[in-house]
């Protein structure tokens, strides 16, 4: 056993937000996770849903982690991450038919969601579903005040903050917002089809 990263809330979350997967990439062969953090989902989503291949991705600093959990889970359809920092790689075109990430819109800055929302909304192709996780306002209100009072203390540390879901669907032009879930802890799942 490896020392590896770990989230309680990848924990508590992981189960719900499979319960989504399994049917928002019921069809799906190959899924893109951007900002895999510290790998739990990666190896639970992957285990879970054998049909895929996952390929998880951050940024290089992140890799020893996730590949520490992949190396003890061993489970044999989930990929070695790819190095990916939206605004820096390019996401790569047509690989993917599915793209998944978890809270990540809040903690990059503005223009680097304004960025992913567009890539994701190219290179998908027909039929691609994009399943985002987390935190969001909905036509400017926050969900609970400890929503409002967390996406405060992002903004102080430099953080971009909680994203509006009107903002994220114009910026992904090519996108429709198929489904929003309300899932525990006051976070939300976006199901995106191209
Ligand atoms: C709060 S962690 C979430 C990690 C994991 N998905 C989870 O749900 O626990 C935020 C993640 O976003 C990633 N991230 C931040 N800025 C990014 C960017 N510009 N491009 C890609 N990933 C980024 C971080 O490296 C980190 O893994």
Redesign the pocket.
């Known amino acids: 056993m490896t020392d590896k990263p770990f ?1 309680q ?2 924990e508590n ?1 992981k189960r719900p937000i499979l319960d989504v997967l399994e049917h928002a990439f019921a069809t799906r062969k190959h899924v893109l ?6 790998g ?2 990666a190896v639970f989503m992957s285990a879970n849903l054998p049909h895929l291949i996952w390929q998880t ?3 290089t600093e ?1 890799h020893g982690g996730i590949q520490a959990w992949l190396d003890d889970e061993n489970v044999l359809n989930c990929k070695s991450p790819m190095t ?5 790689q390019a996401l790569p075109d047509n690989l993917f038919d599915g793209i998944y ?4 819109a809040h ?3 503005r223009e ?1 969601v304004e960025l ?1 929302m567009q890539q994701v909304s190219d290179v998908l192709p027909p039929c691609g579903v994009f399943c985002q ?1 987390g935190p969001f306002t909905e036509d400017g209100e926050f969900s609970s005040q400890s929503n409002a009072e967390f996406h405060a203390s992002l903004l102080e540390r430099g953080c971009g903050g909680y994203r509006d879901i009107s903002e994220l669907t114009k910026w992904a032009p090519k996108l429709t917002l198929q489904n929003v879930y309300r899932m525990p802890a006051n976070n939300l799942m976006l199901v995106w089809t191209k």
């Open positions: 989230s809330a990848c979350n996770e951007i900002g895999s953090g510290t739990q989902h991705s951050d940024q992140y990916l920092k939206i605004g820096e990430t978890a809270n990540t903690i990059m800055q680097e992913m996780y």
